[in-house]
DNA sequence: GTGGTCTAGACCACC
DNA sequence: GTGGTCTAGACCACA
């Protein structure tokens, strides 16, 4: 991970975790890596993680047990699903249609780029 | 206009431009309002209009003439879908195939959507 | 004549004069076009070949009859050498031996760059 | 730095940053003074030193970690240096040329003058 | 603490 | 009238 993308680092890790979660990587009730862990791993500043554990705590996909640490949520997969298909749909999609109008590409043609990028 | 977006103002106005020349609403040499009108039109600070035609004028989509306002530059509608298309192709593009991908959407899905919207 | 230049205009038609005269392709008393038709040769607004004109005046290069127009003045020749090479020795040339010693160019190289420019 | 030059300012502090680089005081990955460190040091205002800084990181001589600061970049002595030398041989140096014919002036009497100067 | 953006308002050179 | 630069000061997100 480079973080040279404009994303806040803090997002780049949360969605690091959603992603494991989606592939299913990272399962109900596994322990998440410390804090501190965590920031030497990525060369990142602690709070920076923290932030995200927060954040992943907030939308529930992670829950803490103090003095111990963080795990998966039950049910993490379900709703790392929604809150991503939401976004998607909602944010990304609409914008996608608009740009592929604005510069005159088919859909169809997309699928081209998906072989290609394969 | 109105600036909702987490977009910085100066990007969304020149996003505007972008769109204007795409659609070919604007071309070629036609003059652009200038940056005091452009402000006023827009309820924005003439210093944030600047900063856009600034950041227009390196991409070289619109070019100045001393003392007398700024143009479309030659070849505008050209270089924007260029500009355009590299950036959907190097950077939306990826990303929206990883999504879907995450997501278990197949893009035969996505048409679906499309005709929703309309 | 492009004035796509970062000088200003007024002073760039003023170069041009600076250089007629120092090739001798005008003279002493020749008579200057008049401010319309150089706007209209140059595609200028006539304000700067005006200001232009008043430039060339206060340092006595040109000098006007009133209701006639503009002619080189006596000895034009002599001030524009000496006003060019007063300006070449105290700005030009410092900023130079600067620059060149900074790129870690020598004297003996420039040569070189003189006879490929021919 | 007096910023008595018609230069910008924000390019004028360009140039010193180009200056450190070329004659080796600043290396790669050193550390830039903050925006308000640098501000408060030239007496100038903070938008002005973010100018300069965006500028340089255009140009790739400094680069951003997020919220920590700027740094030189990689190789930033041979990209200055490569900037610097087309500027020279593309812009001063026919102009150079172009001058001294115009004044008469042969390529070696320009040496003595670089004596006198030191 | 860091950068990034924006506003308000001023001043300047230039056309 | 035009753009260009700068200051002062504010607010924000991020590390």
Do not use: C, W
């Not at 410390?34 to 992943?56: C, D, F, G, H």
């Not at 998966?72 to 996608?96: G, R, S, T």
Request: proline letters at 2%; hydrophobic letters at 40%.
């Amino acid at each position: 991970m480079d973080f040279n993308d404009k994303k806040s680092i803090f997002l780049q890790i949360a969605d690091f975790f959603y992603e494991k979660i989606l592939v299913k990587t990272m399962k109900d009730n596994d322990r998440v890596a410390s804090v501190r862990e965590m920031a030497v791993a990525l060369e990142v500043n602690p709070n920076t993680v923290m932030r995200t554990y927060q954040y992943l705590q907030e939308q529930q996909i992670i829950y803490n047990k103090r003095g111990i640490g963080y795990f998966i949520a039950e049910q993490a997969y379900d709703k790392a699903l929604a809150i991503k298909k939401e976004e998607f749909i909602n944010h990304d999609l609409p914008e996608f249609f608009k740009t592929i109008d604005l510069l005159n590409i088919n859909i169809e043609d997309i699928k081209k780029y998906k072989h290609e990028n394969k």
